[in-house]
């Protein structure tokens, strides 16, 4: 059997580890509290989709909302990882969108009730090119942007998250085993906005990557 290449790691079949309200000023823009300890969700592998496909607007959401975040692919796994060793377990990185179904999510909220169909739906993870660990010296000091039809809506830099890469490696891995090509998407800064159908979304990671993708409904 050929070896799979972790640059391809979408194709894994691997979890989806999402950290939520990592950013003070995306979580005092959407009214949350400030979190003392990482708000964790999953998605499923059937979440991604790559450049050339579209983000589908699900069929039961009118409020779909854009989340640009940094995405961390483990590379060996372990449990209880220690924050010191946390790096070696980094293969790369990804630009990701957190694709949100507020108004379901916002449902769910007020109802005490799992976030699953707001934040788990088919193309709710778009992802960028895998970006080898060396472009990337400092998982801590990287600027995001994203505009929609050309229109900057989002910047935010990780040095704004309230939890780093290190420590979220080390929290997630002492509940949740991490496995090479796991995906682990880091929070998002202010400046989420809705989308609709015929929209085209722009991400990037400057000097690294940039990514786009359309909307479209089913
Ligand atoms: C409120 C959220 O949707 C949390 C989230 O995903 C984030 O990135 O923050
Ligand atoms: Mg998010």
């Known amino acids: 059997m050929a070896a799979r290449n972790i640059s391809r790691f979408w194709e894994w079949g691997r979890k989806i580890i999402c950290v939520g309200r990592n950013y003070a000023d995306h979580a ?7 979190p003392t300890e990482p708000v964790l969700f999953l998605k499923p592998p059937s979440a991604y989709v790559r450049e050339g496909s579209p983000i589908l607007v699900p069929l039961y959401s009118s409020n779909l909302h854009h989340e640009v975040e940094l995405g961390v ?10 924050q010191s060793a ?15 179904a507020r ?12 976030w699953t ?39 935010g830099c990780t040095s704004q998250m309230i939890f780093s890469v290190p420590y979220l490696i080390s929290y997630i ?6 496995e090479e090509g796991d995906l682990i998407l880091t929070g998002t800064p202010k400046g989420v906005s809705a989308v609709q159908e015929h929209d085209e979304l722009q991400a990037g990671i400057e000097d690294v990557v ?8 089913h």
């Open 117 to 155: 169909l707001a934040k788990a739906f088919n193309t709710s993870c778009p992802v960028s090119d895998f970006i080898p660990k060396d472009r990337i010296p400092d998982p801590g000091n990287v600027k995001l942007w994203l505009k929609v039809n050309d229109q900057l809506r989002q910047t």
């Open 210 to 217: 940039a990514m786009n993708f359309k909307v479209e409904r």
């Open 28 to 34: 005092k823009e959407l009214k949350n509290a400030i």
């Open 73 to 82: 692919v483990i590379g060996k796994g372990g449990t209880a990882i220690p």
């Open 173 to 178: 891995s002492e509940f949740i085993s991490l």
């Open 86 to 100: 946390a790096m070696e377990h980094v293969a790369g990185y990804a630009l990701c969108l957190d694709m949100t």
């Open 103 to 114: 108004d379901i999510q916002d449902e769910c909220k007020s109802k005490g009730l799992p």
